[in-house]
């Protein structure tokens, strides 16, 4: 299993030797970690990590191998991996493992391989991590060559539309299987995850999911029931674009739903801000309150930006609140009739607590269009 | 509401219920977990009482609980309790099965009802409705959440009805059950019908479950805690590397999860948390599940709604402190009300995420019980565990092992890996599930089998195989580089090598360590207190050690894995002495490594190192803490083991010294020291042959108790009454007497046996004396003991004198035991250990002081007595019985003898005698005041049998059994025993000696009919006394009341 060196570099001028596996070639990318100790899988190919080097801080990666494609029924959506591919630039472990299991098509290596995706091991993941929550977020280089360090000093994660690559060039269109269908749900894809896409249909509407840049009109002449702002990769505050078409959208009172990045741009659409974090969220372990009952929930996190209680638009309320900071985890706004989420009601990977949230869009599509 | 809810318990008095001596099945986890939730009570000012009869416990000892109840977990003694200390609220979720029990009983008798007493936690009907199997069954099929295909029964035609119904093999599975008793396989109906009658009398409901045998199918368990109001969380999830079949306290099992994906994970945490929901639970319940390993499908197998040996690992495995939180669950809080105890700034709402791998592996010691049945099966025969934790499956894995402290250095490279074993018999032990089958996977491995052929054999996922057979192809290259040859820093081998775990035994190298700290959040967040371990893969150290307290470090060892001989009072000793430390050190830390103990409680001491207790591991982190002192006698025998290598390293010692450590266990050493004293001790040789043998026993004369020193299947003590015996002795260990020597000591009958628990300041002595009822030959451990000692004024004072100049002579400093045998007026010394002993606890408060605070008196300021002897005052009676688990142990044979193997241990004070042996013995199960017939029957010329017949007659009737008959009583047949046993017709048996060639059966039957055997005439016949001035018992005391 020979592989030979590799080196992992950041910004910030720490460099660490560890050995290569997966395609042997450069990665550059946002330094982040995830806590998620299971599906790597679904972890890697959600496009919400394009542009990021994710390291996992369980010790051990890959321990049931890659599963085969599994088709969500009447798509060509896999059901089983967020996207087709892996999104994330790198990959960084302590350790990877070769396990399989009855449902294996190959193990993680060959599957990062096939991938030409880079990964690195060996790495004292846990100190990686803590460097990352004291130091905060840093870009990093995975490379043969330690002296590759220097490409870092140009490289600008936030400034870069990662949306751009993740989102369909023209629209795709889903169709519900079997029964017959209540209507149609746009998604503004932004990099949707395959996981709530899935969850929609399962609600029994078709799905169309739209570029991310699609003019509102364009988005209205679908007719849709509802309009999904879904998940995806990097800083809102560049989607302009986008914005000013949901603030179109969100006036004409169609239920809507945001999720993630699609949260954080129905925020700023209603005068909302959003700030980027020391280190963000990616995790599946995490309690958040619904503030309607009081429940709490443990919910999926992926996210580097975050809309925090002060900065909270002035028509919408406190859905969702994070037990552990001040993290806004969802809004509820009557008059623009949408609900948001911060974290991830469809999971994948993690726990399913809050899926109970796309039965909720389900009744506001049922109770129709509302007057903004 | 919340607040509301908690105002109601603010100032009011919570009576917490214990789970009396341990057993197999239910161990020191829960002094544990009962010792957190009296924490968590007393935080809320709250008046705390607790009943248990475990003298050995922390949860005893005023540490925790402001009224001490040592009395037995049954109801008529907690009855008593709530009548004169009128809690409000009674908490029954903390002492396990034997708790919950005693509190279902209470509710059902009224008492509970009567005097307004409120069950905190989970409502009876959520438990009943948990534990009893077809009420389970109904509940989970209400929710529509799959349980495994099968039926409850109430009768052997219904049971019988319900397996040709399902198809053989079935599991049978008994209601309101701990430790699996009375469960087993059966693959025909011929064995299910001889099973049958010994489940039944192992139900306290007569309910049966048959089950479709699911051999194979992962085992899977997830920790849930639920507060009132809804709110869960899924805290841990366990994976057994042992399939289904195997009791999961028989299993290796590993934290978190390794070979679940996000949809299996998920799909059952779902269904734990709807389980949860299902019986109302509020506070902690794990559920079990079986999965298929070749496709999604699941079944819920069962919940225990209270704090579990599982849920006592899962604490340690995340660092979250399920007891302490689940009882604040049952007072009223909100799950993300409490606090996350570890970094304090987050909630309790989460799921803890690891980034290192936990390794639990079961300790057994079957070898001790000869005739035991020597499979892992669905009854759990192992006494003790360990945890490790690792940065790999590998390390955790090797840790584990070495912890095990079973004399292999790691999976490879030990006794085992570099035997002679063919192919064959290794697949033949594989395949029959025999302890510690990792091992024989490791030489399989080491011998060609593949993998595949593993996993064929013991149904454990190819995963972890794999991962072993890599290990053992590492090993055998690095191995031949041994020692000079280790491959260069940096290189992808060398990474490797660290990864594997490995120690120097087995490479012969010393690697380079890195302390890790446990933070429940994967490095997310801060830890704010310091849980600890040690690892070889890693780059960097978690925490500093550049600073310097003020008043120094010192390293304070726990006792390890728990074993025949090594329980929960090495944890008290550990935990008291670590907080008498703090007196004169700025930082305590703790080295443990076994999950069930109050003394890896991560905020017991100021650091916990949760690591193997090993010479190599001790100066690794010696060389980064620089401790200023290390206390090795807190844990017994394991410090003492390694005390001359530590003190090799340079490491200063609290307390004696290594050298007197030395002087003190070298048997040549110590009999010198005996004789230059002037002091009496047995005649004793070490003989090698049979000549030599023979000659001492020419010399001295039978009877003689014999030890080999290396290990022999079956006991290794034994006692020779004559010829015959040693012909059978000599037979038995063949060709071996030629190369290794026996230990022989004389043996003296119908002597009395008496202790003292000791602390020296090497002048003076502060001690506590006591006898055996029991006479000698009877193992220490296995002896019912009374303090203080009062056979013979004359003797006390020769024990007094000898105690006196052995302290002075060894120099010892600290605590010691002695052990005497007192023989027509002669007191000859048997044994000093130079550490805490396994009657500390016991004596400590018999008296109501601390040992282990004298003990660090001693140390640091001396006793400040004039070179004198000084033994508290006992203001009253004390008796300790042992507890036994030969129910457990399938086909062992129940005897006393001069190895060790009772499990645990009860006491009670009284204000005689009489009354303190009742209630003590009263405190072991499954004894009870016998109604009925009793049995009674042993050797001829066993008078103390026939004294306790006549005795008793005059209670019950006294029938005595034709091949061992005793006077006084009606002969029947051994048959007729045995049915009248089976009929529920007799509520005692009583008789003496080793008599397996004839009474097997009856002591077999007695066990497995929960019939209360006693095995001593002696014993009997004190015990028939006390049961015939039995009282009402009335009168309850609290410890305090009794000094």
């Avoid at chain 1, 809102?236 to 674009?241: C, F, K, M, T, Y």
Wanted: net charge positive.
């Amino acid at each position: 299993m020979a592989s030979g060196k590799s080196h992992l570099c950041t910004r910030d001028g720490f460099i660490v030797g560890g050995f290569r596996f997966g395609a042997h070639k450069k990665a550059i990318g946002e330094l982040v970690f995830t806590t998620s100790m299971t599906g790597y899988p679904e972890s890697l190919t959600d496009p919400s990590y394009k542009g990021q080097i994710l390291v996992f801080t369980h010790p051990l990666v890959g321990n049931y191998g890659v599963p085969r494609k599994k088709l969500i029924s009447g798509t060509n959506l896999p059901s089983n991996f967020e996207s087709e591919h892996i999104q994330a630039e790198g990959v960084i472990v302590s350790e990877y493992t070769s396990g399989t299991k009855w449902d294996s098509e190959s193990t993680f290596d060959s599957w990062l391989k096939r991938e030409s995706i880079p990964g690195i091991y060996g790495i004292d993941t846990r100190a990686l991590t803590i460097r990352l929550r004291d130091n905060g977020t840093s870009i990093g280089v995975i490379s043969d060559n330690s002296k590759d360090a220097k490409d870092l000093d140009t490289y600008d994660y936030e400034s870069i539309n990662f949306v751009k690559m993740v989102s369909p060039k023209k629209p795709v269109y889903c169709k519900v299987s079997g029964r017959k269908q209540k209507g149609t749900i746009v998604v503004m894809d932004f990099g949707a995850k395959n996981g709530f896409i899935n969850d929609l249909l399962s609600l029994g509407y078709d799905i169309i999911r739209a570029p991310w840049d699609s003019p509102a009109q364009e988005i209205l002449d679908f007719g849709p029931s509802g309009i999904v702002y879904g998940n995806g990769p990097g800083n809102p505050n560049l989607l302009g674009e986008a914005i000013s078409n949901i603030r179109e959208l969100l006036d004409t009172g169609i239920p809507s739903m945001g999720i993630c990045l699609g949260h954080q741009l129905a925020a700023i659409a209603l005068g909302g801000k959003i700030k980027k974090m020391k280190f963000g969220h990616r995790a599946v372990n995490k309690g958040i309150v619904n503030r309607m009952d009081n429940k709490a929930y443990i919910t999926t996190h992926n996210h580097g930006y975050a809309l925090s209680k002060r900065n909270i638009p002035a028509s919408a309320k406190v859905l969702f609140e994070s037990i552990d900071d001040n993290v806004v985890e969802g809004l509820a706004d009557r008059k623009h009739n949408l609900i948001t989420t911060q974290f991830h009601p469809e999971a994948r990977p993690g726990a399913w607590d809050t899926r109970f949230i796309f039965n909720m869009f389900y009744r506001m599509m049922q109770n129709g269009k509302r007057k903004a | 509401m919340a607040r509301e809810r908690l105002d109601l318990w603010k100032g009011s008095k919570v009576l917490l219920i214990g789970s009396g001596p341990i057993k197999i099945g239910e161990a020191a986890e829960f002094d544990y977990s009962g010792s957190q939730a009296l924490k968590a009570l007393r935080e809320e000012g709250i008046e705390t009482v607790i009943v248990n009869s475990n003298v050995a416990t922390v949860q005893t000892s005023y540490i925790s609980a402001e009224h001490v109840y040592l009395l037995p977990v049954k109801r008529r003694f907690i009855e008593k309790v709530i009548e004169k200390e009128k809690p409000k609220g009674i908490m029954i979720g903390f002492g396990g099965q034997s708790a919950l029990n005693a509190g279902i009983d209470l509710n059902d008798a009224g008492v509970l009802g009567k005097h307004g007493v409120k069950v905190l936690g989970t409502k009876l009907g959520g438990i009943r409705a948990a534990l009893g199997r077809s009420d389970f069954k109904k509940l989970m099929e209400s929710k529509s959440i799959r349980t495994a295909p099968s039926r409850a029964a109430k009768t052997e035609k219904d049971t019988l009805a319900a397996a040709r119904e399902l198809g053989y093999p079935v599991m049978l599975r008994v209601s309101f059950n701990l430790a699996g008793r009375g469960s087993f396989i059966a693959k025909s109906e011929a064995a299910l019908k001889k099973g049958i009658k010994r489940s039944f009398a192992q139900s306290r409901t007569s309910e049966v479950l048959i089950e479709k045998y699911l051999g194979g199918w992962k085992e899977i368990e997830y920790e849930v805690v639920r507060d009132m109001y809804g709110n869960a969380a899924v805290v841990a999830c366990i994976e057994n590397l042992d399939p289904m079949g195997v009791h999961t306290g028989e299993s290796t099992v590993v934290t978190p999860a390794q070979t679940l994906d996000n949809e299996d994970y998920n799909a059952m945490r779902a269904i734990s948390i709807k389980v949860a929901e299902a019986i109302g639970l509020v506070g902690e319940c794990n559920v079990q599940f079986a999965l298929n390993p070749k496709s999604r499908e699941f079944y819920v197998i069962e919940t225990n709604p209270r704090m579990s040996r599982s849920s006592a690992l899962a604490s340690k495995a995340t660092g979250y402190p399920l007891a302490y939180v689940s009882a604040k669950l049952s007072l009223g809080y909100k799950l993300y009300d409490i606090r996350n105890e570890v970094s304090k700034v987050t909630s309790a709402f989460f799921e803890p995420s690891l980034d290192y791998i936990t390794i639990k592996i079961p300790r057994w010691d079957l070898t001790k019980f000869e005739s035991a049945s020597s499979s892992l099966g669905t009854e759990m025969k192992s006494i003790g565990e360990v945890m490790a934790i690792g940065r790999s499956f590998e390390e955790a894995m090797q840790k584990a092992v070495r912890m095990l402290d079973i004399g292999e250095p790691g999976l490879v490279g030990g006794r085992i890996y570099n035997s002679g074993l063919s192919r064959t018999e290794i697949e033949s032990i594989l395949r029959s599930r025999k302890p510690y089958w990792f091992l024989y996977a490791a030489k399989a491995f080491a011998l060609g089998i593949k993998p595949e052929e593993v996993h064929r054999l013991t149904g454990v996922d190819l995963f972890f195989l794999n991962k072993i057979n890599n290990l053992v192809t590492i090993y055998e290259k690095a191995k031949n580089l041994k020692g000079s040859a280790n491959p260069k820093k940096g290189t992808e081998e060398e990474e490797q090598l660290n990864r594997m775990g490995f120690c120097g035994q087995q490479i012969g190298s010393h690697q380079d360590i890195f302390v890790k700290s446990i933070d429940t959040l994967a490095g997310e967040c801060p830890a704010r207190v310091n849980y600890l371990y040690t690892t070889r893969a890693a780059s960097e150290d978690d925490i500093s050690f550049k600073e310097k307290p003020k008043n120094g470090k010192a390293l304070v060892l726990g006792a390890g894995v728990f074993r025949i001989g090594v329980s929960v009072e090495f944890d008290w000793s550990a935990v008291s002495f670590a907080r008498a430390l703090k007196k004169s050190f700025s930082e305590v830390s703790i080295l443990n490594c076994n999950p069930e103990t109050v003394s890896t409680d991560w905020d017991t001491a100021d650091k916990l190192y949760f690591d193997e207790i090993s010479a190599e591991t001790i100066k690794s982190i010696d060389r980064k803490e620089h401790f200023d002192g290390v206390a090795v006698f807190t844990g017994g025998q394991i410090g003492n083991n390694i005390a001359e290598k530590l003190s090799g390293y340079g490491m200063k010692f609290i307390g004696t010294g290594s050298s007197s450590i030395g002087r003190s266990e070298d048997r040549n050493k110590f009999s010198s020291i005996v004789e230059k004293l002037n002091l009496a001790q047995p005649e004793w040789r070490a003989a090698t042959g049979k000549h030599a043998i023979e000659r001492f026993i020419d010399e001295v004369g039978f009877p003689i108790l014999v030890r080999p020193s290396y290990i022999l299947s079956g006991s290794s003590f034994k006692l020779l009454y004559s010829q015959a015996d040693l012909q059978r002795y000599m037979a038995t260990i063949g060709k071996q007497v030629h190369r290794s020597p026996l230990v022989l000591t004389k043996f003296y009958s119908d002597s009395i046996e008496a202790e003292m628990d000791c602390v020296t300041d090497s002048k003076s002595v502060l001690g506590i004396s006591m006898q055996h009822i029991e006479e000698a030959g009877v193992h220490s451990g296995d002896a019912t003991i009374a303090a203080p000692f009062s056979n013979s004024n004359s003797a006390y004072e020769e024990m007094k004198r000898m105690a006196l100049l052995f302290s002075s002579e060894l120099e010892m400093k600290g605590p010691f035991n002695i052990q005497f045998l007192i023989n027509r007026g002669k007191v000859y010394i048997i044994e000093l250990n130079s550490r805490a002993s396994r009657s500390m606890p016991f004596s400590s408060k018999s008296v109501g002081i601390n040992l282990m605070d004298y003990a660090h008196k001693a140390i640091f300021e001396g006793l400040g007595m004039d070179g004198e002897f000084h033994e508290p005052k006992h203001k009253s009676c004390i008796v300790k019985s042992p507890q036994f688990s030969w129910l457990q142990l399938k086909d062992s044979y129940p005897v006393l003898g001069p190895e060790m193997r009772s499990t645990g241990e009860a006491a009670a004070f009284g204000k005689t005698m009489d009354e303190a042996l009742l209630t003590s013995w009263l405190g072991v199960n499954p004894n009870h005041i016998p109604g009925g017939s009793a049995i009674i029957y042993g050797k001829s010329g066993t008078q103390h049998l026939g004294k306790a017949a006549a005795v008793l007659k005059g209670l019950i009737d006294v029938f005595t059994v034709e091949d061992y008959p005793i006077a006084n009583a009606q002969p029947i047949s051994s048959a007729d025993a045995l049915n009248m046993i089976e009929k529920g017709k007799v509520g005692i048996v009583m008789t003496d000696n080793d008599l397996k060639k004839k009474d097997f059966g009856i002591r077999r039957q007695a066990v497995d009919f929960n019939i209360p055997l006693v095995l001593n005439g002696r014993l009997a016949s004190q015990l028939s006394d006390a049961f015939v001035k039995s009282t009402d018992f009335n009168d309850v005391k609290e410890m305090k009341e009794y000094y």
